[in-house]
């Protein structure tokens, strides 16, 4: 039945071909060029779609103010939001997939994973401070710098993830659903606390600024020029990117090319069974969390480096924003995880650049905007966007 | 079972002996207290500090009077948490407690404003060191008393100044949806489009680590100058990734961005921009030098902005409340108390000679326009804190509202008088 429907909406079909992954053809095609096409793909297809409304606001609203020609200013501004738009939204992606990957596994919403995003922030800026008080964050190679404290951040942000697991959601498995989301709430608000006690205590301050003012290659902004337009992107936005890109690849390998992989992905079909063929459940369970605190804060200290300054309150907004995508892309689906990502992100950065224009709105409006959409979405499609094309979650 | 029963009984022993004891104490002084609020956690902490240490400092050094009297002074600070709901319930604590005659504080008008509902339905007297808000005092409650200036003549302080730089023509203005930062940011504006400045933007934003959409348009409009109407917290981040997305042009905020923090957030980008302060380092008072002294040696840092004022605050507190105490022969009431703060004429603080108005305004405010310089981020003295000796551009005396309406009655005119 439901191939036959496939078959009959030949649209339906593409986004189909694109958001399921190929289980057939030579590996350098699965697991590279086709996870590197479908980023593309999402962000070609937002961009594009957002530019178009943009124009069309312009041809709408001429001059919206006074002296103010909307469609000179979405020339001048598009590149810049749209580079935006990409780092902000690889950041919610990554996120996302934290939120994703756990409600895969064990249908529950780990409302501490703002908070290990935020420990990501707080680790990597632990250690970059670390080399830097050290002094060889000049001699050391950048590739290497970066790697290191992202490294690092996966790490502790994994282990913490498992911890968190083990401790509080772990007993309460065979609890009603409503107990582990209140106990995660408590995890969020203790380690908030915490972090903001740990660091007066190391620091006598939690405004947490990264050492990036020191480095001249992550200072400087490089000037790209787009036709007459030329924009600053800032270095720490390219390495967001990349950083991003990268992991996101190595987790579309280690998810459907890897024998772990196919043990998560069983534990999330059905729990039971997966059991009853010899996999090990609480380790896959644990291995989930793992990867899903990993991306929070790789996340969190690819955030921090970029917006210079972290501190123990920094992960609500952006843990709501990334809960909102993961629902807005299809809760559970990690392809999902990352539209929805992309999609808020670009959504935002458009918003904040040109509701400037409407004296009625404003900047302000931006959530307002991109919440509603979300409503809008889920009115029409309730399982998001690419919720019911996968047959598996995670 | 015989001996929890025999710990009981030692254990009520005790507190009967510690009551009576207490009881004992309190006859032999009648306690007087003073109470401060300002956010000594989270973000803006640094300057909430800064006005707890200037009122303990005050009350160790001032309550003699008042304890020749008979009297013993304590001093309670409150945190609240630079956030409204905070500052409402710790003033219902505060004026649940008799013995406390005044307070002191806060650092936000936003938590000042709702706060002071709550004192003045008890009679109980607040000095603000640092709510310029002109909400503040325009509500003519016989209670509410500040020692500093008023935002809607700090946005225009900055204004005027704005326009004289060279080159300025447009402007953008940011402000943090605050009423501190929203008030002055409005004031700013009205005063920048009546100097034909063009006004390329308004906007509030709660945002505190991304800026990177805000910014977008910023850099397409090319303002020559971005007014942020808030806290240094905030916008100390937003400065730096300004600067890292390219924005070339001029910075200028209000008295928020007074803080060794703002060098620490913004980086090298905080050179060069400009701020406006009703209260000025106390490095910048002939008479703090005294203060700066004692308070180094107390609390082992120099002295943050809006310790003086808050020292002078409670010196004006603390002398009503002996005033008050000598006329009434006894434990003055709230009321007496406030009246006599009302009643304050020609105080010599440290920071300026303070006379209030009708309104509990200075009738003479000082505003200040400051500039960061190379040495304000610098840390030459090697504490890991920025020195934040910044360059005083101006110093204006301009009369509260009611005092320039009492002027221009009796045709003088209010004109500030400028000293370079």
């Known amino acids: 039945m439901e191939s036959s429907r496939k078959a009959a909406n030949p649209l339906r079909q593409l986004v189909g071909w694109f958001t399921t992954p190929p289980v057939t053809g030579h590996w350098s095609y699965r697991f590279i060029l086709y996870p590197l096409l479908q980023i593309i793909a999402f962000i070609s297809v937002i961009a594009l779609f957002l530019s178009a409304i943009a124009y069309l606001l312009a041809f709408l609203f001429p001059e919206p103010r006074p002296n103010i020609l909307l469609l000179q200013q979405v020339n001048r501004q598009l590149p810049g939001m749209i580079i935006s738009g990409i780092s902000i939204g690889f950041v919610y992606a990554m996120i996302a997939l934290g939120y994703t990957l756990v409600y895969g596994v064990l249908k529950f919403i780990n409302f501490a994973h703002s908070e290990i995003f935020m420990v990501g922030g707080v680790i990597g800026f632990e250690v970059m401070r670390r080399i830097d008080d050290a002094g060889f964050i000049q001699t050391w190679n950048p590739v290497l710098l970066i790697t290191t404290i992202v490294l690092a951040a996966m790490l502790s942000s994994g282990l913490l993830a498992v911890f968190i697991e083990r401790v509080a959601y772990r007993p309460l498995r065979n609890a009603p659903r409503l107990i582990p989301l209140i106990s995660a709430i408590g995890v969020s608000f203790f380690l908030t606390d915490f972090v903001r006690a740990a660091q007066a205590l190391i620091?006598?301050?939690?405004?947490?600024?990264?050492?990036?003012?020191?480095?001249?290659?992550?200072?400087?902004?490089?000037?790209?020029a787009f036709g007459e337009v030329t924009v600053n992107v800032k270095p720490t936005s390219i390495i967001i990117v990349l950083g991003a890109v990268v992991t996101l690849v190595a987790l579309n390998f280690f998810v459907n090319g890897t024998k772990l992989g196919r043990g998560i992905r069983a534990v999330s079909q059905d729990q039971a069974t997966a059991g009853l063929m010899g996999i090990n459940v609480n380790r896959m369970i644990?291995?989930?969390?793992?990867?899903?605190?990993?991306?929070?804060?790789?996340?969190?200290?690819?955030?921090?480096?970029?917006?210079?300054?972290?501190?123990?309150?920094?992960?609500?907004?952006?843990?709501?924003?990334?809960?909102?995508?993961?629902?807005?892309?299809?809760?559970?689906?990690?392809?999902?995880?990352?539209?929805?990502?992309?999609?808020?992100?670009?959504?935002?950065?458009?918003?904040?650049?040109?509701?400037?224009?409407?004296?009625?709105?404003?900047?302000?409006?931006?959530?307002?905007?991109?919440?509603?959409i979300l409503i809008l979405i889920l009115i029409f499609r309730p399982s998001g966007l690419l919720g019911e094309r996968v047959d598996e979650k995670v | 079972m015989k001996t929890s029963r025999i710990?009981?009984?030692?254990?009520?022993?005790?507190?009967?002996?510690?009551?009576?004891?207490?009881?004992?104490?309190?006859?032999?002084?009648?306690?007087?207290?003073?109470?401060?609020?300002?956010?000594?956690?989270?973000?803006?902490?640094?300057?909430?500090?800064?006005?707890?240490?200037?009122?303990?400092?005050?009350?160790?050094?001032?309550?003699?009077?008042?304890?020749?009297?008979?009297?013993?002074?304590?001093?309670?600070?409150?945190?609240?948490?630079?956030?409204?709901?905070?500052?409402?319930?710790?003033?219902?604590?505060?004026?649940?407690?008799?013995?406390?005659?005044?307070?002191?504080?806060?650092?936000?008008?936003?938590?000042?404003?709702?706060?002071?509902?709550?004192?003045?339905?008890?009679?109980?007297?607040?000095?603000?060191?640092?709510?310029?808000?002109?909400?503040?005092?325009?509500?003519?409650?016989?209670?509410?008393?500040?020692?500093?200036?008023?935002?809607?003549?700090?946005?225009?302080?900055?204004?005027?100044?704005?326009?004289?730089?060279?080159?300025?023509?447009?402007?953008?203005?940011?402000?943090?949806?605050?009423?501190?930062?929203?008030?002055?940011?409005?004031?700013?504006?009205?005063?920048?489009?009546?100097?034909?400045?063009?006004?390329?933007?308004?906007?509030?934003?709660?945002?505190?680590?991304?800026?990177?959409?805000?910014?977008?348009?910023?850099?397409?409009?090319?303002?020559?100058?971005?007014?942020?109407?808030?806290?240094?917290?905030?916008?100390?981040?937003?400065?730096?990734?300004?600067?890292?997305?390219?924005?070339?042009?001029?910075?200028?905020?209000?008295?928020?961005?007074?803080?060794?923090e703002l060098a620490e957030l913004a980086g090298d980008a905080a050179v060069g921009v400009y701020f406006t302060s009703v209260a000025g380092p106390a490095s910048l008072y002939p008479n703090a030098a005294q203060f700066i002294e004692d308070y180094t040696e107390s609390f082992g840092e120099a002295p943050t902005p809006f310790a003086a004022q808050a020292y002078d605050a409670t010196a004006i507190a603390l002398a009503a409340i002996a005033r008050a105490a000598e006329a009434a022969g006894g434990v003055p009431s709230r009321a007496d108390v406030a009246s006599e703060v009302r009643a304050t004429e020609n105080y010599e603080g440290l920071t300026s000679t303070i006379t209030f108005d009708d309104n509990g305004d200075p009738e003479i405010g000082l505003y200040y326009v400051f500039q960061v310089t190379e040495d304000g981020v610098a840390d030459a003295d090697g504490d890991g804190v920025a020195d934040w000796q910044n360059e005083l551009l101006q110093t204006l005396e301009i009369p509260s509202p009611l005092m320039a309406a009492a002027m221009a009655e009796m045709e003088m005119t209010p004109e500030a008088t400028t000293t370079p």
């Open chain 2, 7 to 260: 710990l009981a009984l030692v254990l009520v022993l005790v507190l009967a002996l510690s009551l009576t004891s207490m009881m004992v104490k309190a006859q032999d002084m009648t306690v007087i207290k003073i109470a401060s609020q300002s956010p000594l956690s989270g973000p803006q902490s640094q300057l909430g500090v800064g006005i707890r240490n200037g009122v303990d400092l005050a009350v160790q050094q001032l309550s003699t009077d008042l304890m020749d009297m008979g009297y013993e002074i304590q001093y309670v600070p409150y945190d609240d948490q630079a956030t409204p709901d905070v500052g409402v319930s710790n003033a219902q604590a505060i004026v649940a407690d008799d013995a406390i005659l005044a307070v002191i504080g806060h650092l936000n008008s936003g938590v000042a404003i709702p706060s002071s509902e709550v004192y003045n339905a008890n009679d109980l007297v607040m000095v603000s060191p640092a709510n310029t808000n002109p909400l503040v005092t325009d509500r003519a409650y016989p209670t509410v008393n500040r020692v500093c200036g008023r935002d809607d003549l700090q946005g225009p302080t900055g204004a005027n100044f704005a326009d004289s730089i060279e080159g300025v023509e447009s402007v953008y203005i940011l402000h943090d949806t605050t009423a501190y930062g929203q008030g002055v940011a409005e004031a700013f504006q009205t005063e920048a489009e009546r100097l034909e400045l063009t006004v390329l933007g308004f906007e509030g934003t709660e945002e505190t680590a991304n800026f990177d959409g805000l910014i977008q348009p910023i850099l397409a409009l090319e303002p020559d100058l971005i007014y942020m109407g808030g806290i240094y917290s905030q916008f100390g981040i937003f400065i730096n990734q300004a600067a890292a997305a390219g924005y070339t042009g001029l910075y200028m905020g209000p008295d928020g961005f007074d803080s060794t």
């Open chain 1, 286 to 372: 644990s291995l989930t969390f793992f990867v899903g605190g990993a991306f929070g804060g790789a996340a969190g200290t690819l955030f921090g480096m970029n917006v210079g300054t972290i501190t123990p309150y920094v992960g609500f907004i952006p843990g709501v924003k990334a809960f909102t995508a993961a629902v807005l892309g299809g809760i559970g689906n990690v392809t999902g995880a990352l539209l929805g990502g992309l999609t808020i992100g670009m959504l935002e950065a458009f918003l904040q650049g040109l509701l400037v224009y409407f004296p009625a709105l404003g900047q302000r409006y931006t959530d307002i905007f991109v919440f509603l």
């Open chain 1, 203 to 224: 620091r006598n301050d939690f405004n947490l600024t990264y050492p990036t003012n020191d480095l001249e290659w992550l200072r400087g902004a490089i000037p790209v």
